[in-house]
């Protein structure tokens, strides 16, 4: 049973299309993120959110929206792709800090590929 | 700036040697790392923390060090078997709810 899962693994995509990664843990934990990968395996949080509510948002472009209908899913939808984009995304989630949790778990990626 | 750094990009062991991975840190208010492992097409994975009152930290095979003094951790893994081949990264605990993460060291296991 998986504890972080995204959809979908893999997604190529025209450069000025708009697309959603969906994210969804089953682990009860609070808080959930978007971590960003490049090319050079360099991880760069994206967001945060806890409880529903927007905790971090790390300078993310504006055609980059969040969206947590609940605090087991956190979705990621992108406006207008440009090639930059092209990165693995990972969703995290981890225990509420505030309440002495540590340490994510992630999701297994979305390859997402602006040609 | 914020930054966790790592020395070696690739570290090339001999299974069944020991292996050691290094990272720097930059904050010396950072009271907490954690070690991951990332397989090929898969998500980072905890392996190992540590809390800044601790030197030394044991699991099975690894073992994480911190040097406060000069802002450095290593991970320790015992016994290097082909399954290590990964990438490792440390990150440091930035705020209540962000963690910055290194650039990564590649493990290759050599039969």
């Known amino acids: 049973d998986t504890a972080v899962s995204q959809t979908p693994k893999y997604l190529v995509t025209q450069m000025g299309n708009d697309k959603s990664i969906k994210c969804e843990q089953n682990?009860?934990?609070?808080?959930m993120y978007w971590y960003k990968q490049d090319s050079k395996k360099f991880l760069k949080i994206m967001f945060s959110?806890?409880?529903?509510?927007?905790?971090i948002n790390e300078t993310v472009p504006n055609r980059f929206s969040p969206k947590s209908p609940d605090k087991a899913h956190l979705n990621l939808h992108i406006n207008s792709l440009e090639l930059g984009d092209s990165a693995v995304y990972f969703c995290?989630?981890?225990?509420?800090?505030?309440?002495?949790?540590?340490?994510?778990?992630f999701g297994s990626g979305t390859r997402l590929t602006v040609v | 700036g914020e930054s966790v750094g790592l020395h070696l990009p690739t570290l090339s062991v001999q299974e069944g040697d020991n292996s050691i991975i290094n990272c720097a840190y930059s904050?010396?208010?950072?009271?907490?790392f954690i070690w991951y492992k990332q397989e090929s097409g898969k998500g980072p994975q905890f392996i190992i923390d540590?809390?800044?009152?601790?030197d030394k930290r044991q699991g099975q095979r690894v073992t994480v060090l911190l040097n406060k003094t000069v802002k450095h951790l290593s991970l320790q893994i015992a016994a290097t078997q082909p399954g290590d081949s990964a990438v490792y990264f440390c990150?440091?605990?930035?705020?209540?709810?962000?963690?910055?993460f290194g650039t990564g060291t590649r493990l290759k296991v050599l039969a």
């Open positions: 995290a989630s981890s225990q509420d800090p505030n309440r002495g949790g540590d340490g994510y778990t």
């Open positions: 682990l009860g934990h609070d808080t």
């Open positions: 959110y806890n409880n529903k509510e927007l905790i």
């Open positions: 904050n010396s208010a950072s009271d907490y």
């Open positions: 540590i809390r800044s009152n601790m």
């Open positions: 990150a440091e605990k930035a705020g209540t709810y962000k963690y910055i």
